[in-house]
Nanobody, 128 residues
Framework: QVQLVESGGGLVQPGGSLRLSCAVS????????VAWFRQAPGKEREAVAALRWGDGYRYYRNAVKGRFTISGNNAKDTVYLQMFNLKPEDTAVYYCATKFTAGVIQSSWHMETQYNYWGRGTQVTVSS
C-alpha cells in the first residue's frame, strides 16, 4: 500500500525558512514524478513544484521561483521542499503527491489529475 507522509510544517515569521519532507513507502519509482501542492483557507489547491524523476527536471509556479526548491534523495523515497524567504501568502496546507509511471511535462505538471497518490498534508503558517 502506497503511503505518503508529510512533515516539517509549522509557524515561521515572514522571511524565515522551512523544509518540508515527504516520505514515500509501498512502492519504488522507476520513473514518474512527485509534486508539492498547497491549499490556503478559502482557496483552491494549487501546484507549487514538481520533480520529474527520469531526468531530474523541476517545475515551479511563478510565485515561488527563486524561493522554493524541490529535491529528492537518491533512494527516491523522500522528497523535500526547501522554502526560503517565506511570505504570509505562503500560508497553506502543503500536500505531497506522486505518480509512479510516466513523467510530467510543462502543460501537465500542475494538474491534480496527473498524480495518483496523495499525503494528508502539513500546515505552514507564515505570520509575525
Amino acid at each position: 500500500q502506497v503511503q505518503l507522509v508529510e512533515s516539517g510544517g509549522g509557524l515561521v515569521q515572514p522571511g524565515g525558512s522551512l523544509r518540508l519532507s515527504c516520505a514515500v513507502s509501498g512502492r519504488t519509482f522507476d520513473s514518474g514524478a512527485v509534486a508539492w501542492f498547497r491549499q490556503a483557507p478559502g482557496k483552491e489547491r494549487e501546484a507549487v513544484a514538481a520533480l520529474r524523476w527520469g531526468d531530474g527536471y523541476r517545475y515551479y509556479r511563478n510565485a515561488v521561483k527563486g524561493r522554493f526548491t524541490i529535491s529528492g534523495n537518491n533512494a527516491k523515497d523522500t522528497v523535500y521542499l526547501q522554502m526560503f524567504n517565506l511570505k504570509p501568502e505562503d500560508t497553506a496546507v502543503y500536500y505531497c503527491a506522486t505518480k509512479f509511471t510516466a513523467g510530467v511535462i510543462q502543460s501537465s505538471w500542475h494538474m491534480e489529475t496527473q498524480y495518483n497518490y496523495w499525503g494528508r498534508g502539513t500546515q505552514v503558517t507564515v505570520s509575525s
